[in-house]
């Protein structure tokens, strides 16, 4: 296009075209060559040789597959799509064919000729995986990426700097977004695309001369390119190869969408619900329900083949109306129209277990039936062993595990809110002047498995298995440890010496205090408590008091001795109650599953 805004048309096989005079500002266009291939077939996706073929006439898909040595291994012979032009409007159109007949069996009925200029898609019978690996080598490029654009940016931030430092405004960083991905086109940013390009060999990444890159290659480096748009085309392409028929039929898809008109559905239909591959696909001539299955990828096995829903969507007036037929095993013939839906039934699977360990003859996992109840359980494990002791039996249910967690971290958090609201207050915690790291180590205090260990549902083993309680209903990952007859006490919290020793019917409480070295000056003797061997708790006030003569008999063995934090020193901080009580239920569950191993 010349100065003046006209145009000209030039012949490159002619000499006169480069002894033309260009001007500052004329466009050059150089037109591609049109798709014009004839006598051509092309065949894509999930194959051996895919690429163009020679056509003739009466050429049959038979002819271009010899053998089933020429198919990939898990190629889905049930389906495969057939992209064709219409020569007249340009306009494309889908067929169906299924080639695992004349594969096998030679049988020519049910070949399919081809046309000029069709499009033979092949697809993976196989699920694909996600690679993580893949994610990764993306992630530390893009990571790779951004750091170069920083250092170049204040490379050249620098430069103009040392040269004028009023020019410094106009530079504008490479500034990486909230997901990591610069907001510019990385591409056009990051490298002068005349001059340099991006290499990567392991964890290194370097921009160079773009004349040196033999020199780098010999060193083991590629080339990488940065352009986000076509990081995601390589991988719809690598997806592609794998045979993954969204990827290969994407774009497609995206032709007959655009075909669409009124009065003329977009010819497509989808297919959702128990089905290997739900999703959009072509809608082919006097396609059935069976045939929109095959596309799927084929039915799972948890599939209600009784019970198939096509849903219609049908334009009355000035909106569309649903309708819905319903088919059975028996109508897989049945056919489906463009925009039709097809919802594949798939039956839930429950395969939900609990585990019963301890004194049962035969312990471990099992697989539950509806409304099993506990007592049961114990029936299929055998029985008690004679060395069970029920009264310590511990139950857990792991909702009310995942409950407890979280009512903890709860607790943890509305803790740490406080103890910086205090601080930045009053210049302390409280009223008085306590170490903050105190508090941060009652924050800290359960490990992993305490937590585990948590989720504790008290219940009386003994008398429901006589029938005299109702009977417990079980749920899925419940867990029922029943163990021998316990011969120790344990006494855990502000002691210098938190430990177990062996049962003695003449010891009282304060026995016990006294062997695990007495109490600290941070415990809290008033909220001292008891939680027996079958999770029920007793308190100080309960039984006329611990500590008194007459209450030596009600410590037994298998109880579990707490003395709690004196939460009083921390005046202004209610959370701090919540955390102590959590923390020792959960180190309390923790010891009781500990001393059943």
Wanted: charged content about 25%.
């Amino acid at each position: 296009m010349g100065v003046c805004g006209t145009s000209t048309m030039v012949d490159l096989n002619s000499q006169e075209v480069f002894n033309a005079e260009l001007y500052d500002g004329d466009i050059l266009y150089a037109y591609p060559i049109s798709n014009s291939m004839q006598d051509v077939v092309l065949i894509s996706g999930y194959f051996k040789r895919p690429g163009f073929y020679q056509w003739k006439e009466n050429l049959k898909l038979s002819d271009l597959i010899d053998s089933p040595d020429d198919l990939l291994p898990n190629v889905d012979t049930n389906y495969v799509v057939i992209k064709r032009e219409n020569p007249k409007d340009k306009t494309y159109s889908a067929l169906q064919a299924d080639i695992s007949e004349f594969i096998n069996n030679d049988n020519v009925q049910d070949d399919f000729e081809l046309k000029s200029r069709d499009e033979i898609f092949f697809f993976s019978t196989m699920l694909m995986d996600t690679d993580d690996s893949t994610k990764e080598s993306k992630k530390f490029l893009r990571k790779k990426i951004i750091e170069l654009g920083h250092e170049k940016a204040q490379l050249e931030l620098q430069a103009i700097e040392t040269k004028n430092s009023s020019l410094q405004e106009q530079q504008q960083p490479i500034i990486p977004t909230k997901e990591g991905v610069v907001q510019l086109t990385l591409l056009e940013n990051l490298i002068d695309k005349d001059l340099e390009m991006l290499v990567m060999k392991d964890n290194v990444v370097k921009i160079i001369r773009k004349d040196g890159l033999d020199l780098y290659e010999k060193q083991g480096f590629i080339k990488v390119d940065t352009d986000e748009e076509m990081l995601e085309e390589a991988e719809i392409n690598a997806a592609a190869l794998r045979g993954d028929r969204t990827s290969i039929l994407s774009s497609f898809i995206k032709v007959l969408k655009r075909q669409g008109r009124p009065g003329k559905p977009t010819e497509l239909v989808r297919v959702d619900g128990s089905v290997l591959f739900p999703g959009e696909y072509p809608f082919t001539p006097d396609m059935t329900v069976q045939d929109a299955i095959y596309a799927g990828g084929g039915l799972k096995d948890n599939t209600y083949i009784n019970d198939l829903e096509i849903t219609r969507m049908s334009l009355s007036d000035k909106e569309f109306i649903s309708s819905r037929d319903n088919v059975s095993l028996s109508q897989l013939a049945t056919r489906i129209n463009p925009g039709d839906r097809l919802l594949v039934k798939g039956a839930i699977k429950r395969l939900e277990s609990v585990i019963i360990e301890g004194e049962v003859y035969f312990p471990g996992e099992y697989i539950l039936k509806d409304a099993e109840t506990l007592s049961e359980l114990i029936q299929r494990a055998g029985g008690l062993t004679s060395d069970a002791f029920l009264p310590a039996s511990f139950f857990q249910r792991e909702a009310l595990r995942q409950a407890q967690i979280n009512r903890l971290k709860r607790a943890k958090q509305a803790l740490q809110q406080e103890i910086l609201f205090q601080s930045t207050r009053a210049g302390d915690v409280g009223s008085s002047s306590v170490d903050v790291s105190q508090l941060m180590q009652l924050i800290n205090m359960t490990n992993e498995g305490e937590e585990e260990a948590a989720g504790r549902l008290i219940l009386d083993l003994d008398n429901m298995l006589k029938g005299t309680e109702d009977d417990l209903i079980l749920q899925n990952q419940d867990k029922i440890v029943i163990p021998k007859r316990p011969q120790s006490v344990s006494v855990i919290g502000e002691v210098y010496v938190p430990s177990s020793h062996m049962f003695d019917r003449t010891n009282h409480i304060n026995d016990y205090l006294r062997l695990s070295g007495g109490i600290k000056n941070s415990a809290d003797e008033d909220a001292i408590y008891v939680i027996k061997a079958d999770g029920s708790i007793v308190n100080n006030s309960s039984s006329g008091g611990f500590f008194r003569p007459s209450s030596s008999s009600g410590i037994e063995a298998g109880d579990t001795v707490v003395i709690p934090f004196k939460t009083s020193t921390f005046s202004g901080l209610r959370a701090t109650q919540d955390v102590t009580q959590i923390v020792y239920e959960l180190a309390v569950a923790a010891a009781a599953i500990s001393s059943f191993n």
